[in-house]
């Protein structure tokens, strides 16, 4: 929805800039709280009833949204998009480790992490057309979700995928079934996400303003290039299992390096060269990084992920969308908004510190 604010805060200017932009923000934070509540979710419904619920919440909520010109029934509805969320995005991998076996969970992963990034693209060009016409229209992309509800209709099954014994106390090979006790066997993979997502999102938050400043790129090609950036990291998913294949244990390294080459050549070299490359380096360790985090975690936890570690992944990656505008702004606080490319500054520290923690990442004989 991000291309059609403008028209939306057109609409709704005197309910403040804040409510119009927690359009974006108040998805996540219910993503995050969903999956929260999610694996005892699993205990009452089967998967194809869990993802018919999470994508009817998904479609009617965010058409709806369009209906209302209240802007907290607005966000009401956004909320809902939330809650639908919360419950398609633990399935949507977590289903690829109950599904399949390791051999092939890897490639699939790359796979769903390329359509995420390919589906963003074509989404975001659709709310921009359909905003052109209306704000109201722009929430009609989310009609997308009825070729999804379609296709889960004929194919799914509606296994009940919880893990747990019938005393409840223990999750598959031994582990600890509540949600302490599964954190702390992830903690590793799930702090990476959150990582790795707080690095991602300081670029699509910040470059347009940054290239801005500078000057030198004109305005009508930044969407260009920002759409750019999202079909490289469609290549990144789908090169994936080459790049892994490749790299062996050292591909844990491969988007933290990626992220810091992009943003020094963001921050240092600038212009068109430094634009152009720092976007292509972010949207590869984007793409590449994702399905290598879910790839790890769901095939140490098995058939259980869907139910165990993925939600909380999920929720690290949507609590760092919601996060990273608030630590942005911190910073800011801090330098006074006058050091030169500090969105660029601030991703390449924690670029550092999400290579310094993949070290932690077992491979191999380790995991």
């Not at 009825?146 to 296709?151: A, C, E, T, Y």
């Amino acid at each position: 929805m991000a291309p059609a604010l403008s028209v939306i805060q057109a609409h709704f200017a005197d309910s403040g800039q804040l409510f119009v932009q927690m359009i974006i923000s108040v998805p996540a934070l219910f993503i995050v709280l969903t999956n929260f509540i999610f694996p005892r979710l699993c205990r009452v419904f089967g998967t194809k009833t869990l993802v018919l619920i999470g994508l009817l919440l998904y479609t009617a909520g965010g058409c709806a949204a369009g209906l209302f010109d209240n802007i907290f029934l607005v966000l009401l509805m956004r909320a809902l998009v939330g809650v639908g969320v919360g419950i398609i995005m633990p399935l949507s991998t977590g289903l690829l480790s109950y599904y399949f076996p390791p051999e092939q969970q890897v490639g699939l992963m790359g796979y769903s992490s390329a359509m995420n990034q390919m589906g963003g693209v074509v989404a975001t060009l659709l709310s921009g057309l359909l905003a052109s016409l209306s704000w109201r229209a722009s929430f009609l992309v989310y009609l997308m979700g009825l070729i999804s509800i379609v296709l889960c209709l004929i194919f799914l099954p509606n296994d009940k995928i919880t893990q747990e014994d019938p005393d409840g106390a223990e999750g598959e090979r031994g582990k600890p079934a509540g949600t302490d006790g599964v954190f702390r066997a992830n903690f590793v993979y799930i702090l990476a996400m959150f990582l790795l997502m707080s690095t991602f999102f300081l670029y699509p938050a910040n470059f347009a303003l940054e290239t801005v400043s500078e000057g030198i790129i004109p305005q009508h090609f930044i969407e260009v290039i920002m759409a750019g950036m999202d079909f490289v990291a469609f290549c990144g998913g789908l090169l994936f299992v080459r790049a892994r294949l490749l790299l062996g244990g050292k591909t844990k390294f491969l988007a933290p390096l990626c992220f810091l080459i992009g943003y020094l050549l963001l921050a240092l070299v600038g212009g068109w060269a430094g634009t152009l490359l720092g976007s292509v380096f972010v949207g590869f360790a984007n793409g590449a990084g994702i399905p290598y985090i879910m790839s790890e975690a769901s095939m140490k936890a098995g058939k259980a992920a869907a139910t165990t570690v993925m939600p909380l992944i999920s929720a690290a990656l949507y609590l760092a969308q919601f996060l990273s505008p608030v630590l942005m702004s911190a910073v800011n606080g801090v330098f006074g908004g006058t050091a030169a490319h500090l969105p660029y500054c601030l991703a390449a520290v924690l670029s550092v510190l999400f290579l310094l923690w993949s070290a932690l990442i077992p491979t191999g004989k380790e995991a």
